[in-house]
């Protein structure tokens, strides 16, 4: 499934009523270059939700919870992680067992931690404004660590 979207806000829009359709328990990965609208994707996730709270991306912390909506969203990103012990030291199998729903910025950075189930979106970026939002069939390769 692919989806062209021309602005941040129509990001956010088709997040926000793809949220509605989401199971407890889904699991998101997000794939896409820097300012690509990952951030903006969750954003969209959590007002789907019903979830008021400010989203920013966890970029020193490794996860963000919005608990406001109708379920949690628990919200990663796995840019600045080096090791696959970061993640599973702070209790990722607990994550994954919640009655909410986790989305991952970079998860392609460590896919073989995401669950075979996962929802793959990719971001891919076009001209000015332009995204294609893409449902990937298949979990992508893992992407090189960043400098
Ligand atoms: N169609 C679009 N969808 C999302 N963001 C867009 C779009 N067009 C322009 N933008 C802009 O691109 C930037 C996307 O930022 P965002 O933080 O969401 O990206 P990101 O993929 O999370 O980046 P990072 O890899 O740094 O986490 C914002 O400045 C946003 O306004
Ligand atoms: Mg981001």
New binding site residues.
């Given amino acids: 499934m692919e989806h062209q ?4 806000e ?2 956010m829009a088709f997040a926000q009523q793809l949220a509605g359709q989401l199971q407890v328990g889904t699991v998101i990965g997000l794939v ?10 969750v954003k969209g996730l959590a007002r789907g939700l019903g979830s008021d709270s400010p989203v920013s ?1 966890p970029t020193f912390t490794l996860v963000h919870e919005y608990s406001d909506g109708v379920c949690p969203l628990y919200h990663f ?1 796995f ?1 600045r992680v080096d090791h696959a012990q970061e993640i599973e030291g702070i209790g990722w199998d607990e994550y994954l067992d919640e009655a909410g729903i986790v989305v991952v ?2 998860a392609d950075r460590f896919p073989a931690l995401m669950p075979q189930n996962t929802q793959w979106w990719q ?1 891919s970026i076009g001209e000015g ?3 294609t939002l893409q449902l990937l069939k298949q979990a992508p390769q893992p992407a090189a660590n960043h400098p």
């Fill in positions: 979207v021309a602005s941040a129509e990001t896409g270059d820097l300012g690509a609208g990952k951030t903006h994707f991306s990103d840019y910025e970079w971001i404004d332009a995204r």
